[in-house]
């Protein structure tokens, strides 16, 4: 009967109950898509700064990543080869040499990293290839040939076909130079990147550098790099003493900081956002419950008690907060699966905030079944929260004051 009756009363009170309705549903709805967009924005950075070169995990020798010098190189190559080739959940590495140069052309000459890689291997691990702006790509045959930064390029005022002399320390530190010629120019969007990069034929810079079957890491991607952080433990427990496997996580623990103090401010607007909303609600279920004071009077009257009075409204706005929830997660599911498929882009984004590491223009969602429940499950406990208030304050009035309330 109780429930019946919270039916007839949320049929007979329509523009009340299409505030409520329609206050937790915009409410659900735009949790959801601030949520996807939040996560969206921290995959893009995750994806801009780890596959464009960094990768997914990389194997060095230990006490490298501290001081990347010659002293802390993998000397035997062919051995990690040998081993990486061994393990089932390694999809693709490859060894990679990095020392640091001057390039000169004509009157100017800038610092530069200078890395020796395999081409044909590089493209499963970064976007240096589709990169490609001017040229074209280099080839593992190639030898005096030089990869170049966009930003670099300019620096230096070179274009695809020019020279430049390169003048580095070899392995033994003796002096190693060489000419090459430009090859092909890229772009990622990442300015300290393309301003300070340049990428060489690994097979003759190690002729160059004399650091054949030498690298400075190599870099690795897995079957499932979604679980790099397992494989890498993995890989640790496996290696020789002397080398070490580091995830993305800690090749790039600034990037982490970032994303935690950025998620840090994005839980403290959520909290902001949670604390307006459960007032809001508690507000507008408090003006809807004592704008019927005097009906509530009139049932305690025929002989309702105090509990079945909380019975009766907690089931109507429970049935409202339910199909008013459940409309905001489809709601805000659509969206959020429509921006993910069609983001909004805005011209002129990535180059404004290309020091951050967006390389795009596109404000990139997130669409995630588990994180849109628990969020529609958040706003629906909060609905429930702001209940109790007001039916505790109206079951406080007896039924005399309640059927002569005004």
């Excluded at 990543?65 to 061994?86: C, P």
């Amino acid at each position: 009967m109780l429930y019946s009756l919270a039916i007839k009363n949320i049929l007979a009170s329509k523009s009340r109950t299409l505030t409520i309705f329609l206050l937790s549903m915009f409410a659900t709805a735009f949790f959801i898509v601030y949520v996807a967009f939040t996560n969206g924005s921290h995959e893009q950075m995750i994806k801009s700064s780890v596959e464009i070169y960094t990768g997914y995990a990389h194997i060095n020798a230990k006490g490298y990543q501290e001081e990347s010098d010659y002293d802390h190189l993998i000397e035997d190559a062919g051995q990690i080869e040998t081993f990486l080739n061994q393990k089932p959940f390694v999809s693709n590495f490859s060894p990679r040499f990095e020392t640091y140069a001057l390039l000169s052309q004509k009157e100017k000459t800038v610092g530069s990293m200078i890395t020796g890689i395999i081409p044909s291997r590089e493209s499963s691990f970064s976007h240096l290839k589709s990169s490609l702006v001017k040229g074209s790509y280099l080839e593992d045959n190639d030898t005096r040939a030089i990869y170049i930064g966009s930003d670099l390029a300019k620096r230096l005022s070179i274009d695809v076909g020019d020279e430049i002399a390169m003048i580095s320390s070899s392995l033994d530190y003796s002096t190693a130079a060489d000419l090459f010629k430009v090859k092909g120019i890229f772009k990622t969007g990442l300015f300290d990147f393309d301003s300070s990069s340049a990428f060489v034929n690994k097979t003759y810079l190690d002729s160059v550098m004399m650091s054949e079957n030498k690298a400075s890491y190599f870099v690795v991607s897995f079957i499932d790099n979604k679980a790099a952080d397992h494989y890498v433990e993995t890989l640790n427990n496996d290696l020789p003493q002397n080398y070490e496997a580091l995830s993305w996580k800690t090749l790039l623990f600034d990037l982490v900081q970032l994303i935690q103090v950025d998620s840090l401010f994005g839980y403290i607007s959520i909290s902001v956002f949670f604390v307006v909303i459960f007032f809001v609600i508690m507000i507008f279920n408090y003006v809807n419950i004592y704008a019927r004071v005097r009906q509530i009077g009139l049932l305690r009257a025929l002989g309702f008690t105090p509990k079945d009075i909380r019975v009766l409204l907690f089931n109507e706005l429970l049935i409202i907060a339910l199909l008013s929830v459940s409309f905001g997660a489809i709601v805000g599911a659509v969206i959020t699966y429509y921006l993910e498929i069609y983001p909004i882009t805005i011209s002129g984004l990535a180059e404004t905030y290309k020091e951050y590491g967006i390389i795009s223009d596109t404000i990139p969602t997130h669409f995630d079944t588990f994180t849109i429940i628990w969020n529609a499950l958040s706003i629906f406990i909060l609905n429930i929260s702001s209940m109790f208030y007001p039916i505790y304050k109206i079951n406080k009035l007896s039924v005399t004051e309640a059927m002569r309330y005004v």
